[in-house]
């Protein structure tokens, strides 16, 4: 049988639940929240006998009285690209990614991925996928076919069953440089990470500065930070010993959270504070993701604000 016809006759219960929260989306949404973003407004040229009125800007007549026309750039549909990070602290809390109720990070941001496709796919735009950790482990073609999706699809479920196994700790810079590097001019993107990163190979301003990269290359820029809220932000482990295992480096250490809670969650808001504020000066969409709202949830707020826009 060809890979191709595989893809299409493979439809899992994973795909299955992201094509239902899509459809649900757009029956209480009436329309796609991510239209409008594909024909954009070039110059006015100066009217001639013999050119077609449809152009014609009226309003600008109303105020010269002279006919111009509204020329766009070709109309073409939104080639987006949807990168996960699958590096280990995508891992975290331990829960199983077979139940829609009990995902980790990793699983959140492959179902939420998936719905995102499917509604991209819905509206005829063309997708693609990128996987990475310390380096780019997939960079998929961008193309608006049902198998195209159909194969998408398989990838992230085989990011879920570890047939598509991320390791190492996540390079985020440089890899959203090749991303940049290799992303189309004019096109959507949205990153799925939890910002984890370590001091020694990087700072919180390189990754920042790369997002900045795809933000210049003209790209409109979504990121979900996901994260656990009450283990991640507010540190809330209890009163009792344990030892921390860093799912990136295998690094252990042993301490009582209390200890260290004050200042743990003074550090990670004003972290946060910092990455919100710069994204915001850089004209990137920001949404907090927290993994215990479920992705259902998290999206649907999304895309009901930005229907609204």
Known sequence: MPIEQQYI????????????VVEGFLTGLHKSPFHGFSVEFAEHKIYNQGDSTKNIDWKLYARTEKLFLKEF??????RSTVIVDISGSMNFPKASNRSVDSLNKLGFSAYAAASILFLLNKQRDASGVVLFDETVRL???IKGSKTHLTYLIQQLENVLSNEFKGSGV????DCLHQIASQSPKRGMVTLFTDFSFHSHKEDLDNILQALQHLRYNGNEVLIFNVL???????????????????????NEIKMTPMDFKEKYQSEKSRQLRYIKEKLLNFGIEYVEADINDGFTSVLENYLVKRSLL
């Open 228 to 250: 656990d809220r009450g283990l991640e932000e507010e540190f809330n482990f209890g009163n009792r010993p344990h030892k921390f295992v860093d799912l990136e480096t295998g």
């Open 73 to 78: 750039e070709e109309e073409t549909n939104v």
């Open 170 to 173: 996540s390079h985020l810079s």
């Open 9 to 20: 006759n493979h439809f899992s219960r994973f795909g299955m639940i992201a094509q239902q």
């Open 139 to 141: 960079h998929s073609e």
